[in-house]
């Protein structure tokens, strides 16, 4: 949409309020192209991998901002840099592997090369054959480099940002965000897997979810059956000022009776099945606070999950107006022995692509996608909890769904 001096112009909110979402801003392609300028390129850190991944001088992997490629890699000096995966010459992708070790970055259209600063350092026949052709006269290597950008590195995670606004990284999550991301990444990681899940919705469908903690055991039959998170049980949203990154989190409730469950006659409310082996079910509690469920978000796109013992990273990469790249990133720690690793990857089980209880955050989006075609004169309403953007102690709320918004909003300038 463009107003009369054609200045890119966001889908309008029926109110100020934040608790009207209306489903244009989910399915137009243009307030999908405006994002990529105001939200990713904007002054935001978007999660980018893991410091283990580039340990060593040399190695490097490819991520993405929004839809745009990065290459991350740790130069010959020890020293991180990001970079637009993109060749300076005519725009080809540089690197086509997700991750490896190089002493530097070739162009397979036309071999120019790069070091690992982005430095243009080779432009094959830059001088022509036999005093023919070539480069003109007046070409400078040194103002042909990669496009980079801020990279940064927080407990082993590593983000990147476009913009020089972006505060530090530790200003822009906020002291009990910091405290959330440390109480879960205290110690050296070791990857259990990795997989890529793609969603049938837009990439904000899935970020709302996420900070859902109402929907989680309503919709997840395997939660509430089993008693693994349940809104009876004790626990908070937190918020932060922004209003862009929160933390869900809940502890194992002793009271194991559904009866607010079946007051309210809802989906899950069944007590009849039980599992024959029960293993799944166990929980360890190995950060000592009795926390069962912490999931934690960064925005725009960075979740970090734990499901009992079941640690996992989500990177949420838009793919167009009504399509969403998940991709999961299952961790444990380098001191784990050999039962709790085995631990780890049979309670994997209930998350990812097919997992018990994260199938079904799949589906949903794409039905939402699918109801809101063709009704973008309407507005989902997020009222449960009020109409705050604020921290608050009970999960029966879209308290920090509303945060989303609030950091969005003022991003895209609504």
Not at 357 to 370: K, L, N, T
Not at 383 to 407: C, D, I, Y
Request: hydrophobic share 35%; proline share 3%; aromatic share 8%.
């Amino acid at each position: 949409m463009k107003n009369g001096s054609d200045i890119p112009q966001s889908v309008s909110f029926p109110s100020k309020s934040l608790s009207l979402v209306p489903y244009e801003v989910f399915t137009s392609p243009a307030q999908y192209a405006l994002e990529n300028e105001r939200v990713f390129k904007g002054p935001v850190w978007s999660y980018l991998g893991l410091s283990r991944d580039v340990s060593d001088p040399g190695d490097y992997l490819v991520s993405a901002i929004g839809e745009i490629s990065i290459i991350v890699v740790r130069n010959l000096d020890g020293v991180l840099r990001a970079m637009v995966n993109r060749c300076a010459h005519r725009g080809a992708l540089l690197c086509l592997e997700r991750s490896g070790s190089a002493r530097k970055f070739s162009c397979v259209y036309h071999a120019w090369s790069y070091d690992l600063d982005g430095n243009l350092t080779n432009v094959a026949f830059e001088k022509g054959i036999k005093g023919d052709g070539g480069m003109a006269s007046n070409f400078c290597k040194e103002e042909h480099g990669l496009r980079r950008i801020r990279i940064t590195e927080f407990s082993g995670l590593l983000f990147g940002s476009f913009s020089e606004a972006a505060p530090e990284i530790e200003d822009y999550l906020g002291p009990e965000v910091c405290s959330r991301v440390k109480r879960v990444l205290h110690k050296p990681l070791r990857i259990l897997g990795r997989n890529t899940q793609i969603l049938p919705n837009n990439w904000k469908l899935y970020m709302e979810n996420v900070k859902d903690s109402y929907h989680a055991s309503i919709l997840h039959l395997f939660f509430t059956t089993f008693r693994l998170n349940r809104l009876t049980q004790s626990g908070e949203i937190i918020v932060d000022e922004s209003g862009g990154h929160h933390v869900s989190y809940s502890r194992i409730d002793q009271d194991h009776s559904n009866a607010q469950y079946k007051k309210e006659d809802v989906r899950s409310n069944n007590d009849t099945v039980a599992l024959t082996d029960p293993a799944i079910l166990r929980t360890i509690d190995e950060f000592g606070d009795g926390i069962s469920l912490q999931i934690l978000t960064v925005f725009p796109g960075f979740v970090l999950q734990q499901v009992q013992n079941s640690l996992a990273i989500r990177q949420v990469l838009p793919r167009g107006a009504d399509k969403t790249d998940l991709v999961w990133t299952y961790l444990g720690f380098e001191d784990d022995d050999e039962e709790m690793q085995e631990h780890r990857l049979v309670q994997n089980n209930m998350v990812g692509p097919a997992g018990y209880i994260s199938m079904e955050d799949g589906a949903v989006g794409g039905f939402i996608q699918r109801g809101i075609t063709g009704t973008s004169e309407d507005a989902s309403v997020v009222l449960m909890g009020g109409e705050g953007a604020e921290s608050q102690t009970s999960r029966v709320t879209e308290a920090s769904v509303r945060g989303f918004w609030k950091k969005y909003r003022s991003l895209m300038g609504i």
